[in-house]
């Protein structure tokens, strides 16, 4: 692929999060109140998280005023507010937009399942058909793509604290 450009990039990043979402609604439309997400739970929301450069562009594109205000304290996302609700949220990553799903992954062949332990109501993981599932894999290549598009195949990433101060 070749490197789409910034604005591009970032075109393509909303849309991509955008069929996130419209693939996501059915399935938490499916588990239904088995899943305790809601805004204000933040055990999800580590301090630890890192993003591709094009995903942080999102942010930085949207969030300007949030990037240039005081990080959270240290031991958990930095956006989160004193409320435990995120402060980029029509911005956040893909990863933020799937967790709580189950969600399947294949390692070395063999498939994998887990949740959240506070989604534990929605049953035994290993018993739901595949569609029940969100698959690991297809939108992490996509957006892996995109960055090696941007930067060569380095496929840069960032921490969502360091985008804090510049
Ligand atoms: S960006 Fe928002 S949703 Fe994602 S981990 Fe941080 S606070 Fe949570
Ligand atoms: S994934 Fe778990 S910790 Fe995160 S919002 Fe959902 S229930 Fe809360």
Known sequence: ???????A?????RRLHAVVDELVAPLTARHGPRLACRAGCAGCCVD???????????????????????PGP?????????A???????????????????????????ERRDICP??????????LDAAACWTLGPFEQRLAAVQSARDGGV???????????G
């Open 118 to 127: 506070e989604n534990e109501a929605v049953g035994p993981v290993e018993a």
């Open 155 to 165: 496929g840069r990433r960032v921490a969502l604290r360091a985008l804090f101060g």
């Open 84 to 110: 435990s609700r995120c402060r980029v949220y029509a911005a956040r990553p893909y990863v933020c937009r799937t967790q709580g799903l189950p969600l399947r992954w294949a390692e070395a062949g063999v």
């Open 48 to 70: 630890e998280l890192t993003v591709f450069e094009v995903e942080a562009a999102r942010i930085r594109a949207e969030f300007p005023d949030v990037l240039a205000s005081a």
């Open 74 to 82: 240290a031991g958990r996302c930095a956006f989160l507010d004193e």
């Open 1 to 7: 692929m070749a490197d789409p450009g910034p604005a």
């Open 9 to 13: 990039a970032l075109e393509y990043v």
